[in-house]
Each structure stands twice: as C-alpha cells, then as structure tokens.
T-cell receptor, first 114, second 115 residues
Framework: AQTVTQSQPEMSVQEAETVTLSCTYDTSESDYYLFWYKQPPSRQMILVIRQEAYKQQNATENRFSVNFQKAAKSFSLKISDSQLGDAAMYFC???????????FGKGTRLHILP | ETGVTQSPTHLIKTRGQQVTLRCSSQ?????VSWYQQALGQGPQFIFQ???????GRGNFPPRFSGLQFPNYSSELNVNALELDDSALYLC??????????????FGNGTRLTVT
C-alpha cells in the first residue's frame, strides 16, 4: 500500500525568507502524481503544485517549487519569499496514474513570522 | 464557474444517529470524492462516485454510504454514528477521464461532531 510521510509537524519561517517542507512516499508504481495542497483556516484544500512522476523536470509555480527525487521517493516543497498569506497546513499527497484516490500525509503546519 | 459547495457547514449529532452530508460539484465535473479528515490528520479517502456509480472505496465500514445524482451532486450518509466519526468531511469534484488526470477541486467541508 502506498504511504506518504511528512516528518515535520510544524515549521516557522521569517517573512520574505525561504522554507522547505519535506515529504517522502512509498509506492511500487512507476507512474503516479504527487501534489502539495494548502489548507488555510477556511478549511478548503487548495492545490499548490503538482508533479507527474514521468517528468524529470521539477515543477514550479511562481514562488513555489518542488525537488522531486524519484529514486529516493522524496518530494519537497520550497516556498520562496514567504508571505503572511502562506501560513497554513501543507499536505503532501500521492495519486496513482489511473485512479482518482489521493493519499495524504499528516501535514506540516507552517507559521510565517512578521 | 461555480465551485464545490458543501452543506451544512457544521453539524452536531448524537451517537447512534444517522447523518446526511451534501455536496454540489463544480460545474462540468462528473466525479465526486469524499474524504474524512480527523483533527490533526490528513484527509482519508472514503469513496468516489463517477457518473452515479461508486468507483472506488477506502477502508471505511458499510455504514458509510453515498449517492451521486444525475446532476453529479452527491450525498454522504453515515449510519449508527460513533464518537470517532467526529471529523471534517471534505468533498472534491473532478472531471474523471480515465488516463487523463484532472485536478481535484475541494469544498470547504462539513464539520461533524458526534456526542
């Protein structure tokens, strides 16, 4: 069974600085998707960034980028120029290629210090 | 474009009762998934509906059941409520296309408290 592990329950970063959130996963599949979701206090899950496993190039979305290491089964999220609005729970998630079921990690709470 | 809407936002029930949660999918989406998020945990997959049929189920007992209607809205029903069913229930819709993966769009969830 696939699993997703986030080893950092909480992290803090100074506003305008860079922070990296860690995620490892376990799967025997070769094709799959990885995601980072953000959940602010409003509770809505918001997709931050996604990576297709068959793509070697790391995904980027403005200030958000990932470091995808397929052999190591590692998928970290880097947030550059942190802003107060980035404060939220961040979930790493895995999805099989032909299946809509998503497996989430337990999350990392990110605090932004002004 | 209308997003995913869930109702009610909060609900308090007594152990042993039954509850129905509702979800309207985003316009154009034909797939709805339900997730349970216990406090301090990541969401866990309950089941998914595609074109009115159950299309995958997580590790939840049969007292968790669902429906999808012709307009692709969906209901989650939980019978014989237990204290551990207290959680945030999230609905997500997507345009299921088999090999073509479309992003999931989540609603704001229903907070269920069982006393």
């Amino acid at each position: 069974a696939q699993t997703v592990t986030q080893s950092q329950p909480e992290m803090s970063v100074q506003e305008a600085e860079t922070v990296t959130l860690s995620c490892t996963y376990d799967t025997s599949e070769s094709d799959y998707y990885l995601f980072w979701y953000k959940q602010p206090p409003s509770r809505q899950m918001i997709l931050v960034i996604r990576q297709e496993a068959y793509k070697q190039q790391n995904a980027t979305e403005n200030r958000f980028s990932v470091n995808f290491q397929k052999a190591a089964k590692s998928f970290s999220l880097k947030i550059s120029d942190s802003q107060l609005g980035d404060a939220a729970m961040y979930f790493c998630a895995y999805r099989e290629y032909l299946n809509d079921k998503i497996i989430f990690g337990k999350g990392t709470r990110l605090h932004i210090l002004p | 474009e209308t997003g995913v809407t869930q109702s009610p936002t909060h609900l308090i029930k007594t152990r042993g009762q039954q509850v129905t949660l509702r979800c309207s999918s985003q316009s154009g989406h034909n797939t709805v998934s339900w997730y349970q998020q216990a406090l301090g945990q990541g969401p866990q997959f309950i089941f998914q509906y595609y074109r009115e049929e159950e299309n995958g189920r997580g590790n939840f007992p049969p007292r968790f059941s669902g429906l999808q209607f012709p307009n692709y809205s969906s209901e989650l029903n939980v019978n014989a409520l237990e204290l551990d069913d207290s959680a945030l229930y999230l609905c997500a819709s997507s345009l299921g296309q088999g090999a073509v993966s479309s992003p999931l769009h989540f609603g704001n969830g229903t907070r269920l408290t069982v006393t």
